[in-house]
């Protein structure tokens, strides 16, 4: 799957959409609303994708959704005329979340017994089951026990496709500083599923022993 | 295979390359080591995981009403979009002006104060610098002179520098 896919972006952007964006971003910042509404409407999807890959609650990630309009709507007046208006508001967003994910309450261990049944299964089953809304209730939690720049890197790497440089600009540091919290974030994962995995099987190999001592 | 050769294959296939688990030898290997097969697990898992959170979520119903409303709420009228308008553009050039003092006291202060570095030009051959009221010597009381008086003071000056005045005491070579 290339970046693109990844992103859920539109190929290009025609001559003109970006008029129209162009008209609207003016009419805005004179302080009409509704072309402000317009312009956001051209954007909100991409907006809630982006949103959606770190919060689970639909209504979460509505009220921070409303966060990131309304920064944006405040911050039109220092848009520079004439540059795109997707980044710009795409920045706006990630640093919203990353706002959120210091605010909320890190967990930085996780053990099998925290699992809810479903995602227990899952587990269980290796990822093979169709069951999405495990997966990502899983995910949500293996990331939780990630730094938030940790979760933010991978995040933007992973779901939604962007370049590292593009990872590096939203972290505020280096190029390699942000592979090595990419590198970081995926080590981290991948040891406490493994971790979970061990534990699962571990449970597993118990019950059975179990089962057949009561057959016997 | 050992465990380590194991793992740069799965290393390299968590991070996209090739699937490896056609690999004879590696199926082999996993089929023995427990940690392997579980590293292989989770490698799989941890993919699968961060796919699960692409998913399409588009704005319910009553999320532009609600918008609409903490925009009117927010005080952001007319007036708001041109201060935050003005706040934007002096954003841009505080930083702009802070930098521009201090590449200019850069460039002075080392050369002792805000006088001129360059020299002018008079005529064809005269050169002379700027100076200033205290360098020239002149009493405080005087008022400011004008550049014509400061530039015949210096050009007088310039002129006697052949045949200087003798000091009281100074024995006169001639």
Known sequence: MNDKEKN???????????????????????????????????????????????????????????????????????????????????????????????????????????????????????????????????????????????????????????????IAHALGCTRPAAKVRLFRARRAMQATLQRLIRQEEQMGNRSRRREQNEVS | MRCHEAKTLLEREGKGGDLFIEDEALARHLAVCSRCSQAMKAFRLSSELLGALREEIEPGPSFYPRLRERLATSGVGEAGVIFFQAWGLARRL?????????????????????????????????????????????????????????????????????ARPEAPGERSGK
């Open chain 1, 8 to 166: 859920h972006e539109p190929a290009e952007e025609s001559g003109e959409q970006l008029q129209t964006e162009a008209r609207l971003i003016q009419q805005a910042k004179e302080g009409d609303q509704r072309a402000f509404e317009a312009l956001l409407k051209l954007h909100d999807r991409r907006v809630f994708v982006l949103i959606g890959s770190f919060i689970r609650r639909r209504q979460d990630v509505e009220d921070l959704a409303q966060d990131v309009f309304l920064k944006a709507y405040l911050a039109l007046g220092g848009f520079r005329p004439g540059a795109p208006f997707a980044p710009w508001l795409k920045r706006i967003a990630v640093n919203t979340c990353y706002d959120h994910l210091r605010k909320i309450r890190r967990r930085p261990e996780m053990a099998l017994d925290d699992l809810a049944v479903s995602e227990k299964m899952y587990l269980a089953a290796g990822g093979g089951s169709d069951d999405r809304v495990a997966a990502r209730d899983l995910a949500e939690r293996v990331l939780a026990t990630l730094p938030p720049k940790d979760r933010l890197a991978i995040t933007l790497r992973e779901v939604q496709g962007l370049e590292i440089a593009e």
């Open chain 2, 94 to 162: 505080v930083p702009a002006l802070a930098l521009g003092v201090l590449l200019l006291a850069g460039v002075t202060v080392p050369l002792g104060g805000f006088r001129s570095p360059l020299p002018v030009q008079v005529g064809q051959t005269t050169e002379f610098h700027v100076f200033s009221l205290e360098e020239l010597n002149l009493p405080a009381a005087v008022e400011r002179p004008t550049q014509d008086q400061m530039l015949a003071f210096v050009l007088m000056e310039t002129e006697g520098r052949g």
